[in-house]
C-alpha cells in the first residue's frame, strides 16, 4: 500500500515501477529523527512532567494499598488503577498526557524541515519520500515507546520499593499487554500530530488542531454521543428494548474515540474481574460467580478489538498524512 | 562534447497557468549554464522538473541519460542541488549535517568522515567545522550548501539563485568558487535575476520569460543578436566638428553619443578600436584615450524585454 504511489504523468510513465526500495536512507532518518528528539529540550520536559505523575500516583496509590497487602491476588496491577483524592490513578492521567506527548513529539515533523528550508535539500538526496515521512513516524513512536516504557519501569521500580512484593507472571504479563496498549493509544495521536504538520505550515498552527482534536474526543464527543443517540434511538415508551439499543447506540458512538477505547481496553487488561465492556442482562450472567478473575487470554480477546482499533485508525492518518505529503509541491 | 542534460517540450502546469511552456534544453558536459529571468519567470519550476522532485505535465527531461521521474535515486545520487536559501539544522554542526546527508547518501562512516573534511576544507569552513549551523552567516551556510553538494562527487551541479541575499564579497568568493569547479570539469547550472554575476562565469546562457526560453546562447552571441553588437568604445579625442561624423562612418559603428566636451561613446558590432583610432587620426584629430567595453548581459536583457514591449503595444 505505502510503496505504490500515483503518477499524475503520461500513460507510459505512471505504467513504470519506481527503481529502488522506498525504504532507501530509512533508517539513517530514524537515528538522526532519534538524537534530535532524545537532546531536545521538548524531551525533557515531557520526561519531568510524566515522571512527576507517575511518582505522584504511585505514592499515593501505594498508601492506600498498603493496608490490604496479601488479600489482593492482583495488587501490582492496583498500582495502576487505584485512585486516590483529588489525583486520578495512573492510568487516568496517562488518558490525557499521552496524546499530549505523543502532538508535541509530531507536531512540527513535516512543517519544521519545510520551515528550516531543509526539506529541499532532503528530498535532492537519493531516497523517496516514503522513507521520510515513515522514518519520522517510526522515530517519534520510538522515542514515545522508550519514555513510556522508561515509566512504566520506574513504576514498576517505586512499587517494589514502597509493596515490598513482586509482581506475578500473569501480572507481569498484564502490565506487558498494557504497555503495549498504551503505545498504540500514542500511536494514534503521533499519526495524527504528524497529519497536522503536513497539513499546516505554521507548527503553532498545527500544534493547535492536533490538540483541539484531542480537546474535541476528550470533553465534547462523549456529550455529542449521548445527543446522537438520543436522536437516532430515542425512547418513546420506555421499553428496555428502546433503552438499550439507545445506550447500546451511544457506546458504538463513543468508542470512535481513541480515549474510550484505550480506557475500556486498560480496564479489561488490569482488572481481571472485569468480564464485559458492554450491557450485560441479568440472564446472561446465570452461573457466572461475580468476583472472579478472567484468565489473562480472555481480558485480552476483551480487549483485542479496541488494540486493533486504535492500530487500524494510526494507520489510516498515516497513510492520509502520507498521500498529502506525496502530493506536496516542496519549493524552499 | 557528450549531453549531460536535454530537456524536450518540458511542460508545468498549475490548473490554467502555465509556469513552464514547451521548453527545449540541452546542457553539454563541463559547460556551466546560467538560467535567467525575472522572478516568477519560471525557472525554479524548471530544476524542480530537471531534479524529479516535481512532475512534469508533458515532455521529457534526462538527466545524465536517466529519466529523473523513472530514476529518481540516480540521478539524485547524481546530481548536486543547491536550493535558494539553503537550510541547515542549526542545533547541529557543519559536520553533523553533512554527516546525515551523508548516510541518505549510503556512504560508510570512513568514507563519509574523509569527504566531509575535504568538502568543508575546500569551501573554508575547516575552522568551523564543530561549530553549530544556527551561527553561520549567509556566506557561510551558501558554502555549507556547496560542501555538502561536492562531497556526493557530483557530476552535475544545479543551483537556485547561489548569490541572492550574499553581499557583495561573499558573492564574488561564490562566484570564484563556481569558477573553480567549472576548471575542474564539472557541469553546473545556476539561475540567476543577478545578471552581472551570470556573465561573470556562464558559458552559456537562457533567458527566461513566462514560462517560455526566449533567447539561449553565449552573451556575446545573444548581444550580437538583440543589440547588434553591444560593444561600447570610449573615444576621447581633440579635434574639430568633423570628428564626430568621421566616427560615425567607420563601418561597425552603429551610433555615436557625444558624452562630453571631448568624449564620444560609440555602440558598435565589435571591438574596433584600430578601425576608431585610424579615424581619428584621419580627421585630423588628436587621439587621447580609448577604451572598449564588452557586451553587457543587462543590456541585453533590458533591450530585449523593451522591444517585446513594443511589439507588444504595436499588435
Known amino acids: ?332 | 562534447m557528450d549531453i549531460v542534460l536535454e530537456a524536450r517540450g518540458l511542460t508545468k502546469r498549475y490548473g490554467d497557468f502555465v509556469a513552464v511552456d514547451r521548453l527545449d534544453l540541452t546542457i553539454r558536459r563541463g559547460e556551466v549554464f546560467g538560467l535567467l529571468g525575472p522572478n516568477g519567470a519560471g525557472k525554479t519550476t524548471t530544476i524542480l522538473m530537471l531534479l524529479g522532485l516535481t512532475e512534469p505535465s508533458a515532455g521529457s527531461v534526462q538527466v545524465l541519460g536517466l529519466d529523473p521521474a523513472r530514476q529518481p535515486l540516480s540521478v539524485k545520487a547524481r546530481v548536486g542541488y543547491l536550493p535558494d536559501q539553503v537550510g541547515f539544522y542549526d542545533t547541529l554542526s557543519a559536520r553533523e549535517n553533512l554527516a546525515y546527508i551523508a548516510r541518505l547518501n549510503g556512504l560508510n562512516r570512513k568514507e563519509a568522515g574523509a569527504r566531509i573534511e575535504a568538502a568543508l576544507t575546500k569551501m573554508g569552513l575547516e575552522e568551523v567545522m564543530d561549530k553549530a549551523v544556527g551561527a553561520f552567516s549567509r556566506g557561510m551556510r551558501q558554502r555549507l550548501g556547496l560542501a555538502e553538494i561536492l562531497m556526493k562527487h557530483p557530476e552535475l551541479i544545479i543551483m537556485d539563485e547561489p548569490t541572492l541575499g550574499l553581499d557583495p564579497e561573499a558573492a564574488r568568493e561564490f562566484l570564484e568558487i563556481i569558477r573553480d569547479l567549472r576548471s575542474e570539469g564539472i557541469t553546473i547550472m545556476l539561475s540567476s535575476h543577478l545578471l552581472h554575476q551570470v556573465q561573470a562565469v556562464c558559458d552559456r546562457v537562457g533567458l527566461f520569460s513566462k514560462g517560455k526560453m526566449v533567447l539561449e546562447g553565449p552573451v556575446d552571441v545573444l548581444a550580437r543578436e538583440v543589440l547588434g553588437g553591444g560593444y561600447h568604445i570610449t573615444v576621447e579625442a581633440e579635434g574639430d566638428a568633423g570628428l564626430e561624423a568621421a566616427l560615425s562612418e567607420v563601418e561597425g559603428v552603429q551610433r555615436v553619443q557625444r558624452a562630453g566636451p571631448n568624449r564620444f561613446v560609440l555602440e558598435t558590432t565589435g571591438d574596433l578600436r584600430p578601425a576608431v583610432a585610424r579615424a581619428v587620426v584621419e580627421a585630423g584629430g588628436q587621439l587621447l584615450a580609448l577604451a572598449s567595453e564588452a557586451p553587457n548581459l543587462e543590456e541585453v536583457y533590458a533591450r530585449y524585454f523593451q522591444k517585446e514591449a513594443n511589439h507588444a503595444r504595436a499588435a
Open chain 1, 1 to 332: 500500500m505505502l510503496a505504490q504511489r500515483s503518477t499524475p504523468a503520461s500513460g507510459a510513465a505512471a505504467a513504470t515501477r519506481r527503481e529502488g526500495s522506498p525504504w532507501t536512507g530509512l533508517w539513517a532518518v530514524v537515528s538522526k529523527e532519534m538524537a534530535d528528539y532524545l537532546s531536545s529540550t521538548r524531551m525533557l520536559i515531557l520526561e519531568l512532567i510524566t515522571v512527576l505523575t507517575a511518582a505522584g500516583t504511585v505514592f499515593t496509590a501505594t498508601a492506600q494499598l498498603r493496608e490490604t497487602v496479601g488479600q489482593d491476588r492482583f495488587l501490582f496491577l492496583r498500582l495502576f488503577t487505584t485512585s486516590q483524592e483529588p489525583l486520578p490513578a495512573f492510568v487516568g492521567f496517562l488518558v490525557f498526557l499521552v496524546p499530549i506527548i505523543a502532538i508535541a513529539l509530531a507536531f512540527d515533523a513535516v512543517n519544521g524541515e519545510l520551515n528550516a528550508r531543509t526539506m529541499s535539500r532532503l528530498l535532492a538526496q537519493p531516497i523517496y519520500r516514503d522513507a521520510l515521512l515513515l522514518g519520522k513516524f517510526l522515530a517519534s513512536l520510538f522515542t514515545l515507546a522508550l519514555v513510556l516504557t522508561t515509566i512504566w519501569l520506574l513504576i514498576a521500580g517505586l512499587g517494589l520499593l514502597r509493596l515490598g512484593v513482586p509482581p506475578g507472571g500473569e501480572e507481569t504479563a498484564r502490565l506487558l499487554w498494557f504497555l503495549l496498549l498504551t503505545i498504540a493509544y500514542g500511536a494514534v495521536w503521533l499519526a495524527l500530530g504528524m497529519l497536522a504538520s503536513i497539513l499546516f505550515r505554521q507548527p503553532a498552527t498545527a500544534a493547535m488542531a492536533a490538540l483541539a482534536t484531542w480537546l474535541f474526543f476528550t470533553v465534547f464527543w462523549g456529550i455529542i454521543a449521548g445527543i446522537l443517540a438520543q436522536i437516532l434511538r430515542p425512547v418513546r415508551i420506555g421499553l428496555p428494548a428502546e433503552l438499550l439499543a439507545q445506550a447500546q447506540l451511544e457506546q458504538a458512538l463513543s468508542r470512535l474515540s481513541p480515549n474510550v477505547l484505550y480506557t475500556e481496553a486498560t480496564i479489561a487488561l488490569l482488572r481481571p474481574e472485569v468480564r464485559s465492556l458492554g450491557f450485560v442482562l441479568p440472564s446472561q450472567l446465570q452461573g457466572a460467580i461475580l468476583g472472579a478473575p478472567l484468565p489473562l487470554g480472555e481480558s485480552i480477546m476483551l480487549g483485542w478489538p479496541h488494540m486493533v482499533g486504535l492500530i487500524a485508525g494510526t494507520l489510516l492518518l498515516f497513510a492520509l498524512g502520507y498521500v498529502l505529503f506525496q502530493r506536496q509541491e516542496i519549493r524552499a
